[in-house]
């Protein structure tokens, strides 16, 4: 059985006890790895919660039909093979002999169950299969996932789902995930992946051990792997640097120079997928956190979004905040992903005055105050980040009230709609623009399981007319044009103010071997200690 506690894993107090731990314990052996990361994961459900700390790290416990490779590419995993049923979906070929960490044998029946709770209410991942319209099992190891329309990324779209054992699920009272609350699956887990969960301290640390009963070659020679949440950017170089930590992932901008430079140490630099963007309260009738302008919403007018993008210095950013360790975006996506749109890559440029006029013009010629939220754990800089836009803002006539809070207490704000304005990094799990569309730019809709994302309540009818288009459209180049169009609607409507493409940075001791994929998942299955 797995060792947990059933602590709350208060962060504040789970990152001292890190950083006491850092400066008490014995440098690991040649086969252990511990690593840091600002974000403890939610919750070791992989179906409860939608967001790269949790997925990433369970991508090392539980697997799914397909995965990734180390160039980001789709490849079978708990499925074999698989082939499409004319236009009506997909079956999978399902891998025999392969057992979960508590030695069940994984089957058909596994898939279904994991099917329908990922795809329920209670998940957070239900939108990965809005385009389903039935599963059924064929045999023991066959399964098709019948889809509403053609869908040819399907595949690609659901390489983050993981299955869970239906009988270990049902056993423990976890057929249902939970986000906000727990279940047994919360500390607990059982999947088929190389890693088992060896002990599990929220806020504190989480210890993974190899599995050796995992069904592929191989590739590592770690013994042990504890992961260790610092928020404190300095506490986590000074463990890397005094040798009690392997690897920190991000390396702070302003210690790129430092890591690169120490003997012993070794700077993984790259760029990830994720796109960090500004969000608005589109769907609130009035501003939450205004004084002065309490009865109404100036967001829900294109100018005053346009001024916001207008008075948003997005290269000085770049330049000063991520110390040049960054590219701007221009949409949601970053041109390195599948339907980039190179029609709607020109940015609304960096014009203070022109800000200032669209402001006027849009009734509010003396500015306005408004609520800006923004999590201080959860990217690059983040809090820094929101303070220097606070103060571009401001020069502009629009007052920011900055509220910056661990990502713990930044998505339950989120979801519950307390923001006027509010930070968010996307990084699409497809690697294909669609995915954004889908998450962040479609109207909310939980029956289809839509626009999950959608936290300002953003809606257009010729979006959400597209997307379904989108998904089932076979030929190439009549889907590149629709997701262009799309790209076009978003800029031009201000959906969101893309900001930058977030570097990725991780040090590590020079011994470490790793493999840094661009959705900045840790696959400890690819890494050595020498």
């Known amino acids: 059985m797995t060792k947990s506690s059933r602590r709350a894993g208060h962060v504040a107090a789970g990152f001292t006890l890190a950083a006491a731990l850092l ?75 392969v057992k979960f960490h508590d030695g069940a044998d994984f089957t058909a029946e596994d898939v279904l169950f994991s099917y329908e709770r990922a795809s329920s209410e209670a998940s957070d991942v239900s939108s990965w299969f809005a ?65 088992k969960l060896a002990s599990r301290e929220p806020g504190v640390e989480t210890v993974l051990e190899p599995f050796d009963g995992w069904w592929d070659e191989k590739q590592h020679n770690l013994t042990k792997a504890t992961f260790l949440p610092i928020a404190n950017p300095a506490t986590a170089v000074s463990g890397l640097l005094s040798g009690q930590v392997d690897l920190i992932e991000p390396v702070p901008v302003q210690d790129v120079s430092r890591i690169e430079d120490q003997d012993g140490l ?59 360790n960054a590219e701007v975006a221009s949409q949601l996506v970053s041109p390195q992903m599948k339907g980039y749109s190179a029609a709607a890559s020109e940015r609304i440029g960096y014009d203070p005055e022109g800000a200032k006029a669209l402001l006027a013009e849009a009734g509010y010629p003396d500015g306005f105050s408004f609520g800006l939220k923004c999590p201080n754990d959860r990217y690059i800089n983040d809090e820094a980040l929101c303070k220097a836009m606070a103060a571009l803002l401001t020069q502009s006539g629009m007052k920011a009230n900055l509220n ?26 497809t690697f294909d623009a669609e995915h954004p569309v889908r998450f962040l730019v479609t109207t909310k ?39 262009e169009e799309v790209a076009t609607i978003v800029r031009d409507d201000v959906v969101y103010v893309p900001l930058h493409i977030q570097p990725l940075l991780w040090g590590s001791k020079s011994n470490i071997d790793l493999t840094q994929r661009a959705d900045n998942f840790l696959m400890l299955r690819w890494v050595t200690v020498n």
């Open 23 to 97: 400066s008490s314990v014995s440098v690991a052996s040649a086969a252990e790895l511990r690593w840091s990361s600002p974000t403890d994961p939610q919750t070791m459900d992989p179906h409860a919660v939608s967001s790269a700390p949790v997925l990433g790290f369970l991508n090392n416990v539980y697997e799914g039909l397909v995965r990734r490779d180390k160039n980001m590419a789709i490849e079978g995993s708990l499925a074999e093979s698989w082939e499409p049923l004319g236009e009506d979906g997909w079956r999978f070929k399902l891998r025999e002999g």
């Open 131 to 195: 385009p389903v319209k039935e599963v059924k099992i064929v045999d023991d190891y066959t399964v098709d996932f019948l889809t509403h329309a053609p869908n040819p990324i399907f595949p690609d779209s659901i390489a983050n789902f993981m299955i869970l054992d239906k009988g270990w699920a049902e056993a423990n009272g976890a057929e249902l995930p939970a986000r906000d609350t727990e279940t047994y699956a919360t500390l607990n887990t059982n999947g088929t992946g190389p890693f």
């Open 266 to 324: 070794t700077l993984h630099r790259g760029i990830e997928a994720r796109v960090i963007m500004l969000g608005f309260a589109h769907g609130h009738d009035a501003l939450k956190y205004s004084k002065e302008t309490a009865d109404k919403n100036p967001f829900q007018d294109v100018k005053v979004r346009t001024a916001v993008q207008k008075a948003i210095n997005a290269e000085a950013l770049v330049d000063k905040i991520m110390r040049g």
């Open 404 to 429: 910056a809070m661990p990502v713990r207490t930044y998505w339950p704000e989120l979801r519950a709609g307390n923001f006027d304005m509010y930070l968010l990094g996307w990084s699409p799990g």
């Open 445 to 483: 809709n939980d029956e289809k399981k839509l626009g999950s994302w959608n936290f300002g309540g953003y809606s257009n009818a010729r979006v959400d007319e597209l997307l379904p288009q989108i998904q089932r459209e076979i030929d190439p180049e009549k889907r590149q044009a629709m997701l």
